[in-house]
Structure formats: structure tokens, C-alpha cells
Antibody
């Protein structure tokens, strides 16, 4: 069964750091690009960051560029998001999602994890 | 960054109605667009990718089309399970961007 399980969320003070993890199972993790998407309470979806299967291509939303770092460990079937200098506006449910496999012409996000909640507040 | 303008932001419809949701890209994105459905408290679900390709297992009443930079999601005959929020996502280049979402409610 395809599965993505996020962890690492919690309550953190503004300016502090947090590291999210996403553990994958049920597929060959190293063949797929991966993404982080967030959703603030009561708001829409916001793409945060993506990383190719070999970490050769990485992108960030303007809102997190310079503060967040995406990475992956294919040996551990895991995706990470290091979040520094956190702000109250980073408060959201953070989802990880699998992209299509390398060699595919098009992209799609499927499946998604259930998310981990990050709350930035003093 | 490419802007995705999604409309309407909300829509009230009845079971059996045909509905359309539109996303307009601020520049050309080929066919690099997906549609996602999200229900309260749940993760988003892929419906359509590459603008018009139906994801496996998604009912055929859902369809997608494109004309230039205008992308459309159509539900041909609304079913009770379809009341949800819908988002488009451009995956043409980084940074990827979502539309603002369309909340589909029961009339």
C-alpha cells in the first residue's frame, strides 16, 4: 500500500526552527520527485517546496525561500523540510506528496500524506 | 511566479447539475495543470493531470480541458460525493502555484 506519513510538527516560538519528516512506503522512493504543500487554517493550498528524485532540482515558494530547506534520504525512504526563522504566518498543516516518477512527461501529486500541524506562536 | 486565477471562489449547485470551474494562468504553461479535490479534514485527492487526463479510479463525470491559458474542470452530473473544494495546480515550473480554490456547496 502506498503510504506517506509526516511527522515533526508542533508548537514553536517565532524565530525558532523545526524539522519535518515524511516517511514513504509501498513504492520505490528513489524514483519519484517529492513535494511539501501547506494549508493554513481555513485557507487554501500553498505549494511550499519540491525536490527531484536525485536532489538535482529543487524549488521553493517565494514565501519560504531562504528560510526553508528541502532534502531527502533515498536510503531511508524519507523526505525532510528544515524550517528556520519561523513566522506566525507559517502556521499550517504541512502535507508531503509524491510526484510522478522520473521519465514521465507530466507531473501529478499522488498520493498525499495526512499532514503534520505546525503552529508558530509565542 | 506564475499566477493561477481560479473562478468562481464558491458555487452552489444541485445534484444532477453540470458545473464548470476555471483556472487562468498568467502565462503559457502548456498542459501542465492538475485538478485536486479536497474534503474537510482530508488530504487533497488527484482528479486530473496534464490538463485533461483522468486519474485512474476517478469517475468519468469529471473532465478537464484547455484553451490557451484557460483550464476548465467540468463535472457533468453532480453527485452527493462531489461537494468539496477544488483546486488547480500549475506544475509547469517552479515555484508551482495553486489556484485559490472553489468551494462547491449543495443548493
Amino acid at each position: 500500500e502506498l503510504q506517506l506519513v509526516e511527522s515533526g510538527g508542533g508548537l514553536v516560538q517565532p524565530g525558532r526552527s523545526l524539522r519535518l519528516s515524511c516517511e514513504a512506503s509501498g513504492f520505490t522512493f528513489e524514483h519519484y520527485a517529492m513535494h511539501w504543500v501547506r494549508q493554513a487554517p481555513g485557507k487554501g493550498l500553498e505549494w511550499v517546496s519540491g525536490i527531484s528524485w536525485n536532489s538535482g532540482s529543487i524549488g521553493y515558494a517565494d514565501s519560504v525561500k531562504g528560510r526553508f530547506t528541502i532534502s531527502r534520504d533515498n536510503a531511508k525512504n524519507s523526505l525532510y523540510l528544515q524550517m528556520n526563522s519561523l513566522r506566525p504566518e507559517d502556521t499550517a498543516l504541512y502535507y508531503c506528496a509524491r510526484d510522478s516518477s522520473f521519465g514521465q512527461t507530466y507531473n501529478w501529486f499522488d498520493p498525499w500524506g495526512q499532514g503534520t500541524l505546525v503552529t508558530v506562536s509565542s | 511566479a506564475i499566477q493561477m486565477t481560479q473562478s468562481p471562489s464558491s458555487l452552489s449547485a444541485s445534484v444532477g447539475d453540470r458545473v464548470t470551474i476555471t483556472c487562468r494562468a498568467s502565462q503559457g504553461i502548456r498542459n501542465d495543470l492538475g485538478w485536486y479535490q479536497q474534503k474537510p479534514g482530508k488530504a487533497p485527492k488527484l482528479l486530473i493531470y496534464a490538463a485533461s487526463t483522468l486519474q485512474s479510479g476517478v469517475p468519468s463525470r469529471f473532465s478537464g480541458s484547455v484553451s490557451g491559458t484557460d483550464f476548465t474542470l467540468t463535472i457533468s452530473s453532480l453527485q452527493p460525493d462531489d461537494f468539496a473544494t477544488y483546486y488547480c495546480l500549475q506544475d509547469y515550473n517552479y515555484p508551482y502555484t495553486f489556484g485559490q480554490g472553489t468551494k462547491l456547496e449543495i443548493k
